[in-house]
C-alpha cells in the first residue's frame, strides 16, 4: 500500500494528479454519480469533472464544489473526454436508449492511452446490445449479476475458477465484487481480505470507482495501483464499520484523505 500511496512532491500541481471525468447519473441515479466523483476527489484526484443529467446540476455542485460539470447533450463533451486520463462510466448511467447513445459517443472518441473505467449501467449495456469496447485501459467493475450479464457465467456458478476461466475472453483487468472481490487480468489474480457486509449499501460501488480513477490518476496505471485501490476502499470501510453498523459510502469517502496521509507515511 504505502509502495503506492507516496507523499506528493514539494514543486508539484493539480495536472499532476491526474484528470478525471465520470459519465453517469441520470434523472433516477445522480447520487451514483456524486459518490463516484465525491470518492476521486477525496481520494486525491487533481482535477474532477462530472458529465451527468442536468437536473443534477445543484446537487452536485452544493455536495462537491470541487467538480466541473457538463451535461449529457453538451456540445463540448468530445473536447472535455480527450483531455481525460481517467473516465468512469456507468454508474446510474441507467439503461435506455440515451444512455446506449452516450455510452456509443464516449467510446468513439476514447484514446488508447486512457484508463476507461466501466461499472453499473455501463456493463450492463455493453452486454445486452453486444457493444464493441474500444481499445484502452479497461478495468470493469461488475457486481456477481452484472458480471453474470457480460460473462455469461451464472451468478451460482461463479467461483474464483469460473471467473478466472471467463475474464480471460474480456480484455483489460476485471474485478468481480463480493464479499470476496477477486481482481483478474493483472500479473496474478487478486484477493481483497478486506470489506464486510456493512458495505453492502447502495453506493458502495460507485465509491469505489472513484478510488480507482483517482489513484490511476495520480499514482499511475500498475497492478499495484488497481489492488491497493481496492484495498483502500475496503479499509477504509472496516475502519468506519468498527464504530458503525453501516460503512455509508458518503462517511468512508470522507474518510479517505486521512487514511491516505497515514498510507503514505509508513
Ligand atoms: N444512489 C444512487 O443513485 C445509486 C445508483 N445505483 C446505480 O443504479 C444502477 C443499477 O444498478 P443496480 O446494481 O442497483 O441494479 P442491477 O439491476 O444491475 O443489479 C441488481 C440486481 O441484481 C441482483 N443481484 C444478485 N446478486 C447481486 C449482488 N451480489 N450484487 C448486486 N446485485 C445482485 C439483485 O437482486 C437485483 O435484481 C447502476 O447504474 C448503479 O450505478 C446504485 O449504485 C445504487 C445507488
Ligand atoms: N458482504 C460484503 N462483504 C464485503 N464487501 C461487500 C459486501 N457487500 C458489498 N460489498 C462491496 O460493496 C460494493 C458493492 O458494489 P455495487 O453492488 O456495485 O454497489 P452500488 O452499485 O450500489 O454502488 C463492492 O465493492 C462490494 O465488494
Ligand atoms: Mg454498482
Known amino acids: 500500500m504505502s509502495q503506492v500511496v507516496h507523499p506528493r512532491k514539494k514543486k508539484s500541481y493539480k495536472g499532476q494528479f491526474g484528470r478525471v471525468t465520470v459519465i453517469g447519473g441520470n434523472a433516477q441515479y445522480g447520487g ?6 465525491s470518492a476521486a476527489v477525496y481520494a486525491g484526484a487533481g482535477l474532477v469533472s462530472v458529465v451527468t443529467d442536468a437536473v443534477n446540476r445543484s446537487a452536485l455542485h452544493a455536495r462537491l464544489p470541487e467538480a466541473m460539470i457538463l451535461p449529457f447533450d453538451a456540445g463540448k463533451l468530445e473536447a472535455l473526454l480527450i ?14 436508449n440515451a444512455a446506449l447513445h452516450l455510452l456509443k459517443r464516449v467510446f468513439a ?6 484508463t476507461v473505467i466501466i461499472d453499473g449501467s455501463a456493463i450492463t449495456l455493453i452486454a445486452r446490445e453486444h457493444l464493441t469496447v474500444p ?14 450479464r457480460l460473462s455469461g457465467v451464472k451468478l451460482s ?47 458502495s460501488g460507485d465509491t469505489l470507482t472513484g478510488i480507482l480513477a483517482a489513484f490511476v490518476g495520480q499514482f499511475g496505471y500498475s497492478d499495484a495501483t488497481i489492488c ?6 475496503s479499509a477504509v ?5 468498527s464504530t ?8 468512508v469517502i470522507t474518510q479517505l484523505p486521512q487514511y491516505m496521509a497515514l498510507m503514505s507515511q509508513k
Do not use: C
Not at 472518441?109 to 486512457?114: A, E, F, G, L, N
Not at 470501510?237 to 464499520?241: L, T
Open 32 to 37: 451514483a454519480a456524486i459518490m463516484s466523483a
Open 83 to 96: 483531455a481525460q486520463d481517467v473516465l468512469v462510466i456507468g454508474p446510474g448511467l441507467g439503461d435506455d
Open 109 to 114: 472518441t476514447i484514446r488508447p492511452d486512457q
Open 135 to 148: 481499445e484502452a485501459r479497461l478495468i470493469w467493475t461488475p457486481h456477481q449479476m452484472e458480471w453474470q
Open 157 to 203: 456458478d461463479q467461483n474464483p475458477q469460473t471467473n478466472a476461466q471467463a475474464a480471460k475472453k474480456i480484455s483489460g483487468v476485471v474485478i468481480v465484487k463480493s464479499e470476496a472481490t477477486e481482481i483478474f487480468g493483472l500479473q496474478e489474480a487478486y484477493l481483497n481480505p478486506a470489506g464486510s457486509p456493512a458495505m453492502a449499501t447502495g453506493g
Open 228 to 233: 491497493a485501490a481496492v484495498y483502500t476502499h
Open 237 to 241: 470501510a472496516d475502519e468506519v464499520a
Open 244 to 251: 458503525h453498523y453501516v460503512a455509508l459510502p458518503t462517511q
